[in-house]
């Protein structure tokens, strides 16, 4: 049974929320403000996060901070009324894995809860070896091949590859990736640099790249 934590201060939709959770066969546990949140993603080490932005204490973009800081793996949904791209865009940008705005449907949410956690389970599950194109990807001996010849990635280059497939289908934010493999000193600038680089080495058009394609004013996408 997957717990999931709903972090959400309004009594209504959280109750409503656990309802329809322990009908889908969830755990579900609940904080009422940011703090309370925090800790108990912390403590209680949930499968995925739902939370809202409005909070007391701290907000739902200042936790979203917090569980990257303190390395909390575990997926965020970000429920909120504000529906503003900005807002969507910066939920992203700090590591939100989706972003659904109030007024919502229970049936959209449990969709959305239910297709991130099994993207999180096939990165899991990612195999030794991925194919796309004329390109091979050896994650075990971290080897790339195009064409039957050995292709020289940098240490990051493979790292932002191996995310980007790990998540094939679904936007990763720069910041994202800036999290995973660097500190908060590099700018997304560098993120975009070490992409144009991986294009050019394993696209066969590096200016209309088939399959790390980018996602506006989020990040990139692997198609492949």
Not at 22 to 33: F, L, Q, S, V, W
Not at 69 to 94: C, F
Request: aromatic share 6%; charged share 35%.
């Amino acid at each position: 049974m997957k717990t999931i934590l709903i972090v959400e201060d309004d009594k209504n939709i959280r109750t409503g929320l656990v309802d329809n959770f322990k009908m889908e066969g969830y755990k579900p546990i609940t904080a009422k403000d940011g703090e309370d949140g925090l800790a108990l993603a912390e403590t209680e080490k949930p499968d995925l996060i739902i939370l809202d932005i409005m909070l007391p204490k701290m907000n739902g973009f200042e936790v979203c901070k917090a569980l990257k800081d303190k390395n909390i793996e575990a997926p965020v949904i970000i429920l909120s009324a504000r529906g503003q791209e900005i807002d969507k865009v910066l939920g992203l940008e700090l590591g939100a894995d989706d972003y659904v705005t109030k007024p919502f449907s229970p049936r959209e949410l449990l969709v959305r809860v239910k297709a991130v956690l099994r993207r999180v389970e096939r990165r899991g599950k990612l195999e030794e070896k991925y194919s796309f194109g004329d390109v091979e990807v050896d994650f075990k001996k971290y080897r790339i091949l195009k064409n039957d010849k050995e292709v020289q990635l940098t240490a990051a280059e493979f790292k932002i590859l191996k995310i980007l497939i790990e998540n094939k289908g679904e936007p990763v934010s720069r910041h994202k990736i800036l999290s995973e493999i660097w500190s908060e000193e590099v700018t997304t600038r560098t993120v975009d640099t070490h992409i144009w680089s991986l294009r050019d080495k394993l696209e066969k058009d590096p200016a209309t790249p088939e399959y790390i394609v980018t996602v506006h004013r989020i990040g990139y996408k692997f198609v492949g």
